[in-house]
């Protein structure tokens, strides 16, 4: 047996940051959480604040890889291995509007990468959504809702996999929203131009979330809240993505402040094949490019995202001034509980790789296998 004890400056335990304990780690895993004063004087002191890993939600690609154009285990693998090199230790990888065998080879992919790290279950963002809010997702492949679609999902919940599916009320009926909410699957409204009428009456149907928050959907304004102002009013999920560039920092702070109950805003990266890997990459036959950290089509019109969970956070807290505990929920906890992973928030039984550190200024700094001494690393 190999123990080992560490004591962080502060600990985040699913709620909030805590002072003052130390971790007693048993061959590679967390055994329990005690008070600082009771460990040994060859503790590690780890500086800055441990945290189980983040979770995300909506991971297009990493790695180089995207997930439309490698739909098998071995690319979600290869996704998910370059986001938990960043501080993301549970993704759903997600599956852009294309064809129906892409589709169809993501949702078997999905089946049978059940169990493998990192690796949740399948986001479907699409193809049943609305041409005029498309974002970069190809009209060519924009359809209205089909059983082919809840039967998908259904073998997904069947299996006791996660589901989130993104989709726009204009293209699926109250009833096929009903349907695939009664399979257990997260049902999330976006790339819709609907009313507020619209977006309410999915939500008593059955739809529980909606997909990156003031993006590809319809606005607010003063006699026409739309998709945004129905979304802020409700008590659903909200996924934002918080990285400067495709929401302003003003209208999350509104955001935040403006929803009427707590603990239903997360962050999702909406991460491309950068992330972790080469500066372009290839979408429906066209080339994408980071540029200036922004991922821009060869017209310079923004593409997707360049970011990570815990770039996220560290935005949330330095330049919104959020407070740290309730950033990590935004990146762990929310995220989480939505898709029925509680246990995923965490300290205890966890292996070391899935425990991160986070520095003063809530940067990652790897995770708590890094401060293992080489030979029991070894």
């Known amino acids: 047996m190999t123990e080992t004890w560490f004591c ?13 304990l130390a971790l007693h780690v048993v061959d590679g895993h967390v055994a329990g959480v005690v008070p600082a004063g009771q460990v040994p004087a060859d503790s590690i002191r780890v500086p800055g ?8 939600l909506q991971v297009n690609g990493g790695g180089g890889v995207l997930l439309n154009a490698t739909p098998t285990v071995e690319g979600m693998e290869r996704i998910a291995e370059a986001h938990r090199a960043l501080g993301t230790v549970g993704i759903l990888p997600t599956v852009i509007t294309d064809t129906p065998e892409v589709l169809d080879q993501a949702v078997a992919a999905a089946l049978a990468a059940k ?9 479907i963002e699409g193809p049943h959504i609305s041409v005029p809010r498309r974002g970069t997702h190809a009209s060519a492949h924009v359809r209205p809702f089909d059983p082919a679609t809840l039967e998908h999902v259904r073998r997904l919940r069947a299996a006791d996999i ?16 009903a349907a695939l909410a009664g399979t257990g699957a997260v049902v999330s409204i976006g790339h819709s131009d609907a009313s507020a009428e619209e977006t309410r009456t999915a939500l008593e149907a059955g739809a529980s979330c909606f997909t990156h928050l003031f993006n590809a959907m319809s606005p607010m304004l003063n006699r026409a809240p739309g998709v945004v102002g ?3 009013n409700s008590t659903a999920h909200a996924g934002i993505i918080a990285d400067g560039i495709h929401v302003a920092d003003e209208m999350i702070a509104l955001a935040l402040r403006a929803r009427p109950v707590p603990d239903r805003m997360f ?20 080339d994408l490019r980071l540029q200036d950290g922004r991922l821009v089509n060869s017209e ?7 970011l990570t969970q815990a770039m996220g956070v560290a935005r949330l807290v330095n330049v919104l001034g959020l407070d740290p505990d309730e950033a990590l929920k935004m990146a762990l906890t ?10 995923l928030t965490k300290i205890e039984g966890r292996a070391l790789g899935d425990l991160i550190v986070l520095d003063a200024e809530m940067h990652p700094a790897g995770s708590l296998v890094d401060r293992l001494p080489a030979t029991v690393r070894a």
Do not use: C, K, N, W
Request: glycine share 14%; aromatic share 4%.
């Open 8 to 20: 962080p400056d502060r600990l985040f335990d699913g709620e909030t940051l805590r002072d003052g």
């Open 162 to 177: 996660p589901v989130m599916i993104t989709l726009a009320p204009e293209a699926a009926s109250p009833q096929d929203i």
């Open 267 to 286: 962050l999702v990266s909406d991460a491309m094949p950068t992330v972790g890997g080469p500066d372009q990459f290839s979408l429906y036959g066209q």
């Open 334 to 343: 929310v995220p989480a509980r939505l898709i029925g992973r509680d246990d």
């Open 230 to 232: 129905a979304a802020i």
């Open 49 to 56: 604040i441990v945290s189980p890993g983040f979770i995300d």
């Open 115 to 123: 169990g493998r790290p990192g690796l949740l279950g399948l986001h």
């Open 300 to 306: 310079g019109s923004l593409a997707g995202a360049h």
